[in-house]
């Protein structure tokens, strides 16, 4: 029988509803992030670097661009006749059939692929976060603990703790209690959404809460094991993490990118980045361009000015066009003479000539103000911005727009324009 020592689970679900338009056809794994990569590919990569080569991916919400990036996990060299990675969508059963409706629901209803390995250890991961660890000596800590549970914990400001499951522990890291965001923290401990399980202890607690809906790891199974008395420790982790929800946060993240000394750094070579890429030519700059701390993708063209920008594979800006502190995705061409501010542009989008984006005072965004705020203007993906239009802050608009949904060519701050069908 095969006997693998730890297997991952990588839970890639998600809709990640707050991102808004950029995840309306795409799972938030799968969104585009730091100009050539995918946030799914952080996770995969940190499986890799730390000796994990058995991850079993966990999808459901439009998996569609998932499972092709994925594909058999060769950029990760994950495409094992033994392991490597597997594609997990819920299917039907000849009894009842049903979405996956909570994290450890998802895991409890992949028993059978986890036994196929007879693991001593699981790791559960989140798909939709930006970091680099060492699951291997989060392992090491959980074996010495002689732990049934470790759960990755990082220190955050107790002001923000109440956002956050917290756990709290004695001097040894063994946790004593946990708290699903308490409203008044006894502890700055976050958990992070990364556990390392025995594989027994695992297995009996997801067939014990089976019952519970929307199964879940920190509302059910973690207070199920804490119950029984079995050994929980906090694994401390001091590096980057990011979790990229909300168009902010991923706004940010990629902005940090840029920064002259990165506190995330892409380009180490003992802790590389693996993505899935296309055969591109090379960037091409013109002479009359400018780029300045900015990330510019493969196979894109310059003909424009470009600051403080993370810029994807295969684009093209314009000439006469300036484009600042910005995203811009794969494949996406902004036509000449444009103006763009703090804008989040999907991929293969089209903006025409002299369109400017992100001009004027920030109004509050009318339909999901929790969504759209910051002042960025969010452009969701195959959508066209006709020309000589005008859009302010806090804005967002997808689908195939017109110079008719545009009332005197403006789009004012805090306005939405989706198009039905989208």
Request: hydrophobic content about 40%; overall charge negative.
């Amino acid at each position: 029988m095969i006997k693998k020592e730890m297997i991952a689970m990588l839970l890639a679900g998600g809709q990640g509803s707050r991102l808004g338009v950029l995840t309306s056809k795409v799972a938030k794994p799968a969104v585009a992030f730091g100009g050539k990569y995918r946030i799914i590919d952080f996770p995969l990569s940190n499986c890799i670097n730390s000796g994990v080569d058995t991850v079993g991916v966990l999808t459901q919400y439009q998996p569609l661009r998932l499972n092709t990036h994925i594909g058999i996990g060769i950029p990760w060299d994950l495409d094992r006749n033994i392991g490597g990675v597997t594609i997990l969508p819920p299917y039907e059963k000849s009894s009842n059939s049903e979405w996956y409706t909570g994290t450890a629901n998802a895991i409890y209803q992949n028993l059978d692929y986890m036994e196929s390995f007879n693991p001593e250890y699981v790791l559960i991961l989140s798909g939709d976060h930006i970091y680099k660890m060492d699951y291997e000596v989060m392992l090491d800590f959980h074996k010495a603990n002689g732990a049934d549970v470790t759960i990755a914990v990082m220190p955050v400001p107790l002001e923000e703790a109440s956002r956050f499951g917290i756990v709290i522990a004695d001097e040894n890291r063994k946790i004593m209690d946990f708290e699903e965001k308490p409203a008044n923290p006894r502890s700055n401990l976050a958990s992070m959404g990364i556990y390392i399980f025995n594989w027994k202890t695992l297995k009996e607690a997801l067939i014990a809460m089976a019952e519970q809906s929307a199964l879940d790891f920190g509302k059910h199974v973690i207070p199920y094991c804490h119950g029984k008395g079995q050994p929980l420790y906090a694994y401390e982790f001091n590096g980057y993490w990011k979790d990229v929800g909300t168009l902010s946060s991923y706004w940010e993240a990629n902005m940090e990118l840029i920064d002259i000394v990165p506190e995330f750094n892409l380009y180490e070579e003992y802790w590389k980045i693996y993505t899935n890429s296309e055969i591109l030519p090379p960037q091409y700059i013109s002479s009359d361009s400018v780029v300045e701390r900015s990330i510019i993708g493969e196979g894109t063209d310059i003909y424009g000015k470009v600051y403080n920008s993370v810029i994807g594979c295969g684009v093209t800006i314009g000439a006469g066009t300036v484009v600042r502190d910005s995203i811009i995705m794969n494949n996406t061409v902004v036509q000449g003479g444009c103006e763009l501010n703090k804008a989040i542009v999907a991929e293969n989008v089209v903006i025409e000539d002299n369109v400017r984006l992100g001009i004027g005072d920030e109004a509050e965004n009318d339909t999901a103000p929790h969504i759209y705020n910051h002042g960025i203007v969010t452009v969701g993906e195959k959508s066209v911005i006709p020309k000589g239009v005008t859009v302010g802050k806090n804005t967002v608009i997808s689908g195939v727009t017109t110079a008719a949904d545009y009332e005197n060519s403006t789009l004012a701050s805090g306005k939405t324009l989706i198009k039905a069908g989208e």
